[in-house]
């Protein structure tokens, strides 16, 4: 089944209208994300070709095909590959998709680059991250959100209660507050359902 070459390689522009998905591609695109496929294309051009066969049918860019459409684009980029057997055509589509997902992050060097980004004012969730993923890294202000634990409590005279930290914002709930959100959900409850609040606020902001 293998190939055991490397494929010769030649770019070439074809009709979007002309390009034909596959019906049985797996690999879902939701709204939200071919939006983010699109803002990328715009912002940076269309830097990865789609993957087609002698037939015109996507082998590999469904998502980019769906992004060109809403940006109305009447040609893409695409390499033809018309050594694949039916059998690796439809295997090839399946690791296109999957061999991506294996890889990881180096989060300090992940936090390193989104921190150095966001402060020469690049959009963010133009790289597919969404507000949640980088308030994981980076403040509102781009502080690195402070400790695992977003509790503590509060302490002095005629002071009770509990601090929620959230990069460079803090939520002060007094005892009694607190104690009624406990009583509906578990302490983590409360800092996810506070956390939600601040990055719904962040966003609307």
């Not at 104690?179 to 959900?185: G, I, M, N």
Request: charged share 25%.
């Amino acid at each position: 089944m293998g190939y055991g070459g490397v494929a010769k390689i030649k770019v070439i522009k074809k009709r979007v209208e002309e390009l034909i998905p596959y019906s049985r591609n797996s690999r879902t695109h939701s709204d939200a994300q071919v939006a983010q496929i699109a803002a990328s294309i715009r912002e940076f051009g269309f830097m990865n070709p789609v993957l087609v066969d002698a037939e015109n049918n996507i082998i590999a860019g469904h998502g980019r095909v769906l992004a060109a459409r809403k940006l109305g684009l009447e040609e893409v980029p695409c390499v033809l590959h018309d050594h694949l057997t039916e059998t690796q055509r439809k295997a090839y589509i399946l690791a296109d998709n999957r061999l991506a997902l294996n890889a990881g992050w180096d989060d300090e060097l992940l936090k390193l680059e989104l921190q150095e980004l966001n402060a020469d004012g690049v959009d963010l969730e133009k790289l597919g991250f969404i507000l949640e993923d980088f308030c994981d890294y980076i403040g509102h202000d781009g502080d690195e959100k402070s400790g695992a634990s977003p509790w503590e409590r509060m302490s002095g005279e005629g002071v009770n209660g509990v601090v929620f930290s959230f990069g460079s914002i803090t939520a002060k709930l007094s005892d009694e507050v607190y104690a009624e959100f406990e009583a509906r959900v578990p302490e983590q409850g409360v800092a996810e359902w506070i956390e939600a609040m601040i990055v719904n606020a962040l966003r609307d902001s």
